[in-house]
């Protein structure tokens, strides 16, 4: 676990909102946002939380530093703890650092390999109003870490500084941005020969060779590449520094002009990889070169258009204008409309200037210069295959560890839908989405982020078959293995675990299920029979009253001939009528008027000739009287699948916005619903219908969808008792 201080380089940039609308912003990714938690303040909501953080801050008017404090705790690669171990890690965090009576707002995000919080500080205490700066927190920090690893059996990291603060700057550069920093240039290639220089002499000359300079600044020495890239002497070895070199050289000697050429010199390259990336570094340093220029250009169209419209617009106004003043009479009504047409105009030259807006930030964007790591994430989003291999060769790049599946043989694709990316590391790990959790590739195992929803082991067996093979290799924990083998049996997909007991297990159960489905299959056609021979029943039941009532008119007898002689038949049984139809058979309402068995006393017994047809054990009995009628085919796993989606997706932002209404899945609630819109989520229609604060979000098909586009928004329309919309027109589906 790591534990650190963002600062901001600039004062002026500083800024408690921006940064927690940062960190609670889900980016439109699933795997991004985790829990979100409000400390010490008042309000309910984020954006509440905030205002009333920049009001303790506003209390404060002689602070003249940063106030806010953006803290970083990350975990190591494959560690997930819980949502209360990390508020427990957090709370102990702050309050180490004298933070724990303050107002504070935290995210939990997944986009990375590794697990980590956002933590926004309000450094203006709530009730006192003074600003509290922790005295050297990153010893502060790396004592608490040590102790929580301990305390939550996290695995350990090395807290003990062993760098100064600009080599660690020069390594973080090099870690995120994929690029070589000045300093480990010069210690990767040419430290050792400084080092030897035995004059002032040698010791330029060394520089020159390397394209490099030593200069006198302050108090100390600097080395300046060739593009005014400078790193202190001491900061590459305590050898360098400048009393340490005049000690052993003598007086420093100038340089004199620059007479060697120079071998080689520093440029800002991509870090050594495994990978050749001549190429791609090439594509990079032209798509950078040009970047700035087509932004311009995109940016001068944009604002013509805006020209444009707003021209369009004033001339319309202009003309609007004149026929007020040529058609109308009266100076109150011309006033009045003149008023209007004014405010029509503004409002269209605001609308013009926001759409304005939003196409120069989008263009900012997509134009903005990037560093090597993120223009491979963003070639690799594309579809590159060169950029992301370059990406999983970087340095930093681990295997995914905890609870993993793998795939061996000869990979089996045509599943027919590719799955959907949500998000690509700058380790080169690939997040797909499976429903409401994710699933990460690193190219050679696939893992379950978060909750390992069935859904998602289901979609991370169908990966791994489809794009390593179908023997599949199973580590983790005995609880994942099992919800793997499950995962395995329902899909019926065609694979074997590398495991001979995860595979025999599998075996067992695909057995199982198939027996019982072959006994399903079996009692359904039994009661298909039953229910056959009840109705070939009842119509011989039917047959047999006619003929005796036939018999007993025309000859007196008390049977006809018809009528089989191993059952009986009770007297007047003609005079029920006809047979009901059949849900309301052997209803207790009529049932003194059917024919029932009557019970034996004493020494009878009831044979099966004393039992009337259609008694008999006949099976299922037709449900239709117990369903309810829907329209069509019913909802499918789709659309509940998309409706939930859209509903989390509101539910996030409601976090945010005090003004969103609540949403719900619709539940077969009927009555009269305000019309709120139709939306469109992975291709499935969902309409929203309003009822008092809450609005319902209701799965349709595409019939409906076309007629609910005549309908308004605020209008009523009607869920009838079956479960179909009804508009004010009398028509529902």
Not at 384 to 394: C, G, I, K, V
Not at 559 to 569: D, Q, Y
């Amino acid at each position: 676990m790591i534990a650190k201080h963002v600062p901001m380089r600039s004062l002026g940039k500083s800024n408690f909102a921006g940064l927690a609308d940062y960190i609670t912003d889900a980016q439109e990714k699933t795997e991004r946002l985790g829990a979100v938690q409000v400390t010490n303040c008042e309000a309910g909501t984020v954006q509440a939380a905030i205002a009333e953080a920049l009001a303790t801050q506003h209390l404060n008017t002689r602070a003249k530093g940063d106030k806010t404090y953006h803290l970083l705790v990350s975990f190591r690669t494959g560690e997930k703890p819980g949502v209360d171990t990390l508020r427990a890690i957090e709370e102990r965090i702050c309050m180490g650092l004298g933070y724990g009576e303050h107002q504070r707002i935290s995210a939990v995000h997944y986009d990375t390999d590794n697990l980590h919080i956002h933590i926004a500080i309000n450094k203006i205490h709530p009730t006192r109003h003074t600003m509290h700066e922790p005295y050297y927190p990153h010893k502060t920090l790396a004592e608490l870490c040590t102790i929580l690893e301990r305390d939550y059996r996290l695995e350990p990291d090395n807290h003990i500084p062993r760098k100064s603060g600009s080599e660690n700057r020069a390594a973080d550069m090099e870690r995120h941005a994929g690029v070589e920093s000045l300093l480990g240039w010069i210690k990767r290639e040419c430290l050792d020969e400084i080092r030897s220089a035995a004059t002032w002499t040698d010791l330029h000359r060394v520089m020159h060779e390397n394209g490099l300079e030593l200069r006198e600044r302050g108090n100390g020495f600097v080395i300046e590449a060739g593009d005014g890239t400078r790193v202190k002497a001491s900061t590459l070895s305590r050898e360098l520094s400048k009393s340490k070199l005049e000690d052993r050289l003598g007086p420093f000697e100038a340089s004199p002009q620059r007479q060697t050429q120079a071998k080689r010199h520093y440029q800002k390259s991509p870090i050594r990889l495994r990978v050749d990336t001549v190429e791609l570094y090439a594509k990079y340093k032209a798509e950078q070169q040009t970047s700035t220029a087509a932004r311009a250009a995109e940016l001068d169209k944009a604002r013509k258009r805006k020209e444009r419209r707003i021209e369009a617009a004033k001339q319309s106004s202009r003309l609007r204008r004149t026929a007020i003043k040529t058609l109308t009479e009266g100076r109150l009504v011309k006033k009045l409309l003149y008023a209007q047409a004014s405010q029509a105009l503004r409002n269209e030259i605001q609308s013009i200037n926001k759409q304005y807006r939003r196409e120069r930030q989008g263009f900012y964007d997509a134009f903005r210069r990037r560093t090597w790591a993120d223009w491979l994430k963003q070639e690799a989003m594309q579809g590159s295959a060169e950029a992301l291999t370059a990406l999983r060769a970087r340095e930093a790049s681990q295997g995914l560890k905890g609870n993993t599946v793998k795939g061996d043989g000869q990979a089996r694709p045509g599943s027919g839908q590719a799955p959907t990316l949500d998000n690509i590391t700058k380790k080169g790990t690939i997040i797909f989405r499976a429903g409401r959790s994710a699933v990460r590739d690193d190219g050679d195992r696939l893992q379950i982020s978060r909750e390992a929803s069935h859904e998602g082991l289901q979609q991370a067996l169908t990966l791994a078959m489809e794009r390593y093979g179908s023997r599949i290799t199973v580590n983790g924990a005995a609880e994942f293995k099992a919800q793997i083998i499950r995962a395995a049996v329902d899909s019926r997909l065609p694979i074997t675990f590398a495991d001979p007991i995860l595979e025999s297990r599998r075996q067992a159960l695909l057995i199982k299920e198939h027996s019982h489905d072959k006994r399903t299959a079996q009692h359904r056609v039994r009661a298909g029979r039953g229910i056959g021979r009840s109705e070939s029943g009842v119509a011989a039941d039917r047959h047999a009253t006619r003929s005796e009532l036939y018999g007993r008119a025309g000859g007196g007898r008390g049977t006809g001939g018809n009528v089989s002689a191993g059952v009986s038949r009770k007297p007047d049984i003609g005079g029920i009528g006809r047979v009901p139809p059949p849900q309301s058979r052997h209803r207790l309402r009529g049932l003194s008027q059917l024919g029932v068995v009557r019970i034996a006393g004493g020494s009878e017994v009831l044979l099966p000739r004393d039992v009337s047809g259609h008694l008999e054990q006949q099976g299922a009995k037709p449900d239709n009287a117990l369903r309810r009628g829907v329209s069509g085919a019913g909802v499918s796993p789709e659309q509940i699948t998309a409706a939930k989606k859209y509903i989390d997706e509101r539910e996030q932002k409601r976090l945010k916005i005090n003004d969103i209404p609540k949403h719900n899945l619709y539940n077969g609630q009927k009555g009269a619903f305000a019309y709120a819109g139709v939306r469109t989520v992975e291709g499935q229609a969902l309409a929203l219908l309003k009822q008092g604060d809450d609005v319902m979000v209701m799965p349709i098909d595409q019939a409906t969808t076309r007629r609910l586009k005549r309908v308004g928004i605020g209008d009523f329309i009607t869920i009838t008792p079956i479960g179909s919309i009804k508009t004010t027109s009398g028509r529902s589906r």
